[in-house]
């Protein structure tokens, strides 16, 4: 067999090779994808709600700052508890995300804290943009959750 030959059949076997490989991992993919992780579903409904939980607060913390600005001091508490959600949603939905081992602890802190949050700014039933903060804290905590139940089934199989 000639050398020219050879290299040919060795190039024609490392493509075949390669083709079977990619075939396997494509055939993996549609049967992860085929297979719906239920409890994965709800830890990135949860991050996601985190993350716009975490949006919603930095932006009503502003309005409060503003308001505290404008000497309405009852906005001083919404303030801290504003920046504080913020903050907790933001690491929850990051530990979430990636259905981290601590994802039940922090989420149990965020329903706590989003609770609390949710809480103050619905007292300014007048105020728009609190009464917005104040429902999506309360959504947040719910997801957190539902996130904390699911994760729990998970851990019993």
């Known amino acids: 067999m000639t050398r020219h030959k050879y290299l040919a059949l060795l190039g024609l076997a490392a493509g075949l090779l390669l083709a079977l490989g990619a075939g396997a991992a494509d055939e993996k993919k549609a049967a992860e994808k085929a297979a719906p992780d239920h409890h994965g579903g709800a830890f990135l409904d949860c991050a996601k709600a985190c993350n716009e939980c975490q949006r919603e607060c930095d932006s009503c913390a502003r309005h409060c700052a503003l308001m505290v600005a404008d000497g309405k001091k009852e906005h001083m508490k919404t303030l801290g508890t504003c920046i504080d959600c913020a903050d907790v949603c933001s690491t929850a939905a990051r530990i979430t995300s990636?259905?981290?081992?601590?994802?039940?602890?922090v989420c149990e802190a965020c329903a706590k804290v989003c609770d609390t949050c949710g809480e103050a700014c619905g007292t300014f039933k007048e105020d728009d943009h609190m009464k917005r903060c104040a429902e999506t804290c309360l959504k947040c905590a719910k997801a957190c959750r539902e996130m904390i139940k699911h994760a729990a089934h998970a851990a019993d199989k």
């Open 98 to 105: 990636r259905q981290g081992p601590m994802s039940v602890t």
